[in-house]
Every structure is written in C-alpha cells, then in structure tokens.
C-alpha cells in the first residue's frame, strides 16, 4: 500500500479545502533544541505551507517555565486567526507533559491528544484523532481493506497510536485485539489477525511467521538504523505471506503529516460553523 502517493493526493484535498475556505491557520510549539523535533516540525511547516496554510512557528527556549509555556498556550487558544495548534513533543523533563497537552483548546487539537477527544474517541463520537491512526484508517479505506467482522491485533498501545488505533477499528466494526510488550505468545494472536497492525517500536519484531496468509500488514514502526536508514516494525520478508502491505519508508509515515493537516482543516471547518463537534475527516 503506497502511503507516498496517497498522502500527496490527502495534500491536494487539503490544499482545495483551504481555498474553499479561504484560509486554515496552523501553529506550532517546538521547545527546545532537539534535532529530530526540529526536522518534524520543518516538514510539518513545509507541508502546510505547500497547502496553503498560514503557519506560525514558534521555538521556544528549552529552559522556558510552565507557567511562560502554559500562557503561550492560552494565547494561540485564544487567537482567531489560528485553526489548529501543535504542540511538539517531547517536551524538555522539568515540563509537564500532560499539564501542557490538557492547556491546549480542544477544538484546536490537531495532534488528537488532548483527553477530551481521546475520551470523544473512547466513546465513538466524532473528534479530532492523531494522524498517524487516522491515517492507516484511510489507507485501509483506499485499499478496500474489508473490516466489518474482521480480526484486527494491533501491536502497541500507546496513547497516540496504539490505543487510537484500536478504537477506529473498533468502530469500524473489526473485532480487535491489542498486544503489548507483557503479551503471552505473541505469534499466537498476530497469526489470527485479518488486519494487523504494527506499532511497536523495534525492528522487524514482526517475522514472516506471525502473518497469517493473505492478511493486511500495516507497519507503523520507524526505527532508526545507521545513516539515515529507517526501519519498520515488520520484517520484508512478511510481503511474501501477505495480501496487502505498508512499506518502510514511504507507508504510514508520510500519511501522518497529511493527516494533521486535514485535521486542521476538520478543525477549521468546524470552528467556521461555530460547532463544538468536530468529525475526523478521513
Ligand atoms: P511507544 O514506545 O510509545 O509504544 C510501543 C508499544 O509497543 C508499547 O505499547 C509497548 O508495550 C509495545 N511493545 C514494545 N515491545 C514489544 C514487544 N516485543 N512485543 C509486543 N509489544 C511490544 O511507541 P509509539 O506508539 O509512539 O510508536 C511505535 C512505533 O511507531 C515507533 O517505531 C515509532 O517511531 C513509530 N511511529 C511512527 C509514526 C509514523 O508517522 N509512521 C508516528 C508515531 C510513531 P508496553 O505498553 O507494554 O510497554
């Protein structure tokens, strides 16, 4: 499943719904000095700005206080101009992450983290949900991918993969199982699933013989290897056994971005029609 070809056309809606909107206002938070958050966000900007977005940059100082983080927050909330705003994370140790991510206006919650939406979510109701799930659920979408009725395991319960991950599923009426790093035999419940999602965190975990013939693999992992190289969750040789797969690079990763950018499009949209509730847009 091509994740690149699909994310330039979910680029190109974007790019039509900011026109019929006549404008989508995106900013980002980035604290502190760390390398790999600083490519995220340039590639988030550039991609935004290439849809024609309004993007604010804000860097921030590592050492900023809460209390200074906390008022940048509440303004950018209060800002009209502003659609969407995206915190990066993480965030330096002496912040607190959760305090951070609950300051954040809901409705401007384009990364789909803060608890209101992941309890909207928990619940079945419309929300704003992190790219990265939201993005599998398009590509699944695109494919085909038959999920009524379907066994889904997803690998990996993080908060903004993992978990999400599973709740669409849910609500796309698979029958789904999560896995995690305490689960028993792992291959046990990987090799029962019709839709399998990897979101681990560790190298080509996933071997040929934990895939059942003629399942969809979808490989979220970005490992990083020597150089530049990057490495999924799922080992290639899984190609051979399933029907449908997501390569590393060019699957899940190059969705997500396209995806919170139609997040801020959802958001935008739904602020325009002076509505609380926001549908994810897929
Ligand atoms: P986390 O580290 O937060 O979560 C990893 C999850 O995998 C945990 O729930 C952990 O279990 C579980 N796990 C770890 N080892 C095993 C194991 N051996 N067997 C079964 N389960 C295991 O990672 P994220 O969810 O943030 O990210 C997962 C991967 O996806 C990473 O490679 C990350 O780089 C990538 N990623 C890619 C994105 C993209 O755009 N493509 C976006 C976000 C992430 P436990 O809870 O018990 O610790």
Redesign the pocket.
């Given at each position: 499943m091509d994740g690149k070809a699909l994310a330039a056309k979910v680029r190109e809606e974007v790019a039509q719904d900011v026109e019929e909107l006549g404008g989508v206002g995106l900013a980002t938070v980035l604290v502190g000095d760390d390398p790999a958050s600083h490519i995220y966000i340039d590639l988030k900007h550039k991609a935004a700005q290439a849809a024609g977005m309004e993007a604010r940059d804000l860097k921030l100082p590592g050492d900023i206080t809460e209390e200074e983080l906390l008022a940048t927050i509440e303004s950018l909330n209060d800002d009209d101009s502003i659609d969407g705003l995206l915190v990066q994370l993480p965030l330096p140790g002496h912040l607190d992450e959760n305090r951070v991510i609950e300051a954040i206006a809901p409705g401007k919650d384009i990364d789909g983290i803060h608890p209101f939406n992941a309890g909207r979510l928990y619940l079945g109701r419309p929300t704003l949900v992190p790219?990265?799930p939201l993005?599998v659920m398009r590509m699944l979408a695109e494919y085909e991918i038959e999920l009524a009725g379907a066994r889904a395991v997803v690998?990996?319960?993080?908060?903004?993969?993992?978990k999400p991950m599973a709740h669409l599923l849910l609500q796309a009426n698979a029958t789904v199982s999560i896995?995690?790093?305490?689960?028993i035999d792992?291959q046990r419940h990987t090799l029962d699933a019709d839709v399998l999602v990897?979101?681990?965190?560790?190298t080509h975990?996933i071997g040929a013989d934990m895939v059942k013939a003629g399942a969809t693999v979808v490989d979220?992992?970005?490992?990083r290897g020597e150089g530049k190289r990057v490495y999924?969750?799922v080992d290639p040789s899984a190609a051979e056994v399933a029907g449908h797969i997501t390569p590393?690079p060019g699957?899940?990763?190059?969705?997500?971005?396209a995806m919170v950018l139609k997040n801020s499009v959802t958001a935008a949209r739904a602020r325009r029609l002076g509505r609380g509730l926001v549908s994810p847009a897929t």
């Open positions: 790219g990265t993005g690998v990996g319960r993080s908060a903004i993969v993992g896995c995690h790093s305490r689960t792992l990897a979101a681990v965190g560790s975990v979220v992992g970005m490992n999924g969750d590393v699957g899940v990763g190059p969705m997500t971005i």
